[in-house]
């Protein structure tokens, strides 16, 4: 191609000059950088005074005929051009230029065979695919025949490879990429026309030559084309060239790897670097330039402009503002020592200036803008919403646009000329957007957008001023939505009158509105009704004959012998099990062996729990969890009976802020840490690399990250976004993640228990809203207990750490950042818990809730567990729970509700508190022996708050005075049958604290006047001396539980209303309700309250109440403490069982704890045996999955043992029993420890557990 003519030799310019309209121009210099066509010319001859065309002309060397502005006006008519319009006036040749025939007619055959790549064609194949009707047709407009399959594809392939910077994201080198939308490329298009300089060449060029670069002064890229840049009338002004060269000296916008911190990265590391070289600033933040390093031209650029500015490092900022010219890092040469010439250090001074780094509060400040700013991917929603919305926006019918255009006009009526002129400019806008001729106008109308720019376009109405041009549109548009309004109400009054018609023809009365106070009234008339109707249990006549067969069943109901042939048919079975489980393992193996990790772009990885939220109940949790709330607002003035000693204390004082180096922290790479896990689904098939994914887990970012195959980031969530982070109490290996931003759980499956632990400690210490126990990494000041810990990973801190990848090879990756962790030294933290039973005997609650406060009162607790019996006076089954969410507030978030019959429980938590519990569980046992005692039975539900976990349990048992033995066997219904936590055994050891609270309905045994009279001298511990309950505990029952000391009167049997006992049925006041407690030996609570309410007396009950504090067990760190400890390894020396009497024909043994990575079954030796053994070669050692001992020493091993030969889950459990680690961890490594634990089953001591222990340090 020739050199482009000069503008100095006007004859050679004049005579070989072609037409370029500015938008090609702009369009030709973007793609690639092309060059312009031969004498294309963009002038910009002065920048000062404006010139007439004939001036213009002179300048350009051509006759002024030839000049045409960029609308192609002719200037032959010598008007005076103002300086905007010399920005871009292409110059056109005469007649005399013409091509020949023979090109013009090559050039109209191109053009009839290539129609299809004009603008029109490619926006009907982005808009409308394969169904579109102009790119898939043989000629042009939309006419001739489809085309062949072969040419279709071919034309697809032309219109997908679009322009770099047409790309919505920048591809791979084996990618293609996608073009994106219409809105992000005018505003790109728009960017280039402002940013033209900040190209490869003229920043290559600026390095090479610094300010004295003459591609820096042009004053736009076809001035460059032309090579006309010396020339001071196609230069930039002195103020945007100095613009250009700040632009460059600094750090440019979209040189991410400029700034010092990843000039120190390849400093540091040179070649290996993880930093510098990653694709992008995302995948920087993640250290991912060794694993997908940026492509290879790239990756010289960043090493040339490096190598001269190597000393661009915040090392160097910090030496030159702390030591001024008596510095000598941020003088020295490139091996860190040398001193650089004069000239050097002043060009690197002045630098220094400019880069002063900026004092905290400003620091504070920017980060505070840098975290409000939207992400691209926001961004992207936002525009996407406001064009759906104005797509949406009203339109405006044909028949309403005479009405609308006389509301403009001062209510003068248009023309039908007047309109169709409207209606035609509507038709023009709408051809020149679709290509297409004659656009007809059909029932959906014209929108607002299109009628405002017809009238602006026709001049329908001239307004004296833009204000009231606007002011006129806006009116009519009002006025236009209050017409649609006025239509609607006159629709539903027309609706209304044929309804009320309808209801008159069939005989229908219309009544008076009835007063609240009288329908209040009526529904007590109907309640008292009711109850008249209502047969105590106590009163009603007795089905001998149903008892008589409970008793019968109770005899007979003992556990039966296997005969052989039976347990050689389970022995057969068993190993058809264990060759599934072998299989399934070695499948399991297989998929972590696979290299390949899953995971598409755009592929969901969340998994439909059942636990799931739906997204409104999700929105609306996250706005009350994210509400202001100050840790002390609830600390209110506890009753006297409530007080608490300084257990209650939280730490000492305010948490402060501390700051702790990074270098100064043991495994850092857990502050980014990367985790190979497996998506879990129920129906799992192991499908290989096919279901691996990687997660990350980055406190610098304060987010999760799921990548993709390629290793871009798949999704990101922010960590204040994480709802549960919950554990799988039977799988060791598996975990759940539920995000307010994502639709459903991610159920992740780890290598190991440890690898989960680590995945689960490294995310609780980034949620905000959880403070661990991590006493390295707070203040080590004695007087300080807590705090926010920032880890300062920031210049000379960043340290750059060797891990694994996803493939599990060792790569280096480099820290830097910021993080914050809430750490304490303290390992519990307290939880004050309320639980409550109330009887309502078929009565209704009352209507002012303000009278419960006796007994349920506001805002005291963290916690509330409360329970009702005999709730029959609903008419809706939620009807008690509204009632109830309605009295707490928005305060207090349900956490389950249960109900069996008229038996509720519902269990509430402080808001504040709702992200720290998981593993809500709820289940219901009705009695069997509903014939005999009614429609009885008891209610749990299990819940994990943080390391602790608990269990609240109510009852509703057998009535009447002699039927002991019913209410006996309806709690070892409950105990044995609630299916809660582990399924193997029953809740008696598998939780920390059970509280048990209901109407146990047992009776005292004595006679009414001698009763009354201890009530009547408050001697309530004599008449407890005749209580049922306290009789058959003291026999066995409920092993273990424990009642506070009973120091209010009888709660059975009064007459509601009145609160006085009815002595005149025959039976003495009992202590039907009551509240119990069963902790675990190592764990603290208190109770600090244990009381009745004879102030609500409303029913044949008076409610009761018992308050506690509970010492909970924060996650802990486990793997950021500084002296690192192997992981303990339990191995016990044998184990047996004695005393019991119940002939076990296949014993089997389960150990469990929260720390053990394995709990599967393992069958003794012994067999059809009682008291079977378990020798040391039959239990496999247990390793723990944490070292922090005293986290260890507030857990408990759980001993379930089974009946192997029972094929019923819930028949085969055969007791279980609890060993707590409390003393026996801390300074017993090696030592062997022998133990005793009592065997409970059915709710009651059937033997012991008994053998020896070592633990020793693992590998």
Known sequence: MPTPPSPLEPSSLSSSVVMMPPSAANSWVKNVNAPLPIGTVVANPQRGDDLSADQLASKLGVPTANLVSANNDSLSNNKVLPKTDLLNIPVVASSQHRASDAEIAARADWLKKNFWKSPKYNEDFETNGEKGTLWTMSEADGKGEPVSEKEMNARQAWYRPVANWQLAEKPNEQEKGFPCDMVEAIDRDDWFKKNWWKGSAIRDDFEANGRKSKLLRAVNPEAITLGLQDDPLYQASPEEVEERAQYFETCADNEWWQAPAVVADFVKWDKEGAVWQSRNFKESQLSMGMENPAPQEELDGRNAWYESNYWKTPEAITDYQQNGNKGSVWKAGRDGVTAVPASEVATREAWFKKNFTVDRDEETRRKNWFLQQLTDEETAMRRSWVMKKGDEGKRIHPDELKDLLAQINDGMDPSDEQVQMVMSAVQEMRSERTGEDDVEIGEDGISQEEFVTAVANTNFYVSATDEERLRAEQEALDALQREEMERQDEVAGHLAMEAQDELDNAGFEEHEEVDEDDEAAFLDEMDEADLENRVNEDDGDVDEGAWETFLQQNEEDEEGEYTEDQLAELQREEEERMEAEAAQAEAEAAAWDDEEIGGEEGEDDGYENPADLDADAKEELEAVVNEDWDENEYEEELEEEEEIDEMMEEEKGAPMQWKLPLPEVTNPQY?????????????????????????????????????EKSGKIKKEHAANKLLQLERNIVDSNRLRLMFFDASHSYELQFFNARERERFFESASAIRPSIRVYAPDLTNQDANVEACTTTIDGVAANSVSVVCSNAAGKPVKRELTGECKINASKLLTEPLTVWTGTF???????????????????????????????????????????????????????????????????????????????????????????????????????????????????????????ERTAMRNTNLEEIVDNLQLGIRETDLYNQFNHVFFFGDFNYRTEVDVPTAENMIQNESYAELLAYDQFSKQREEGLLFGFEESPITFAPTYRLQPGTGKYMAEKGNASSY???????????????????????????????????TFIVRCVRPVLSCFAKQQQPQPTFKFKQIKVTGNNVVISKPRLMLFSPFFGNNKPFDSKVTKNANPIWNAADVPPLESVSQIQPFLESGHIVFIIREGAEKREEKGHRGSGSLPLFNRVIGQESTEQEFEIDLINHGRKCGTISGAFTWFAGK
């Open 671 to 707: 502050l980014k840490a990367y985790f190979t896990v497996i998506k879990y689904t129920p129906s799992h098939s192991f499908l290989g690399g096919k279901q691996k994914r990687v997660w990350v887990v980055d406190h610098f970012t304060r987010c999760f990250y799921n990548l």
């Open 839 to 961: 009887n309502l005997s078929g009565q209704r609650p009352p209507r002012n809730k303000a009278e419960l406060a006796a007994w349920l009162p506001k805002d005291k607790h963290d916690i509330y567990a409360i329970a009702v019996q005999e709730a029959s006076y609903r008419k809706e089954e939620n009807e008690w729970f509204d009632y109830i969410q309605a009295y707490l507030g928005r305060d207090y978030l349900t956490l389950a509700s249960m109900n069996l019959w008229d038996t509720l429980l519902i269990v509430l938590t402080r808001k504040k508190h709702l992200l720290k519990i998981t593993n809500v569980e709820g289940s219901t046992k009705a009695t069997i022996h509903k014939a005999v005692c009614g429609p009885k039975g008891g209610i749990g539900i299990s819940l994990r708050y943080l390391e602790t976990s608990m269990c609240f349990v109510t009852c509703h048992l057998s009535s009447r005075i």
């Open 1072 to 1106: 039907c309700d009551r509240v119990l407690t069963r902790s675990m030996p190592n764990t603290w609570v208190k109770c600090t309250s244990y009381k009745s309410i004879p102030q609500l007396t409303f029913s044949e009950h008076s409610p009761v109440a018992a």
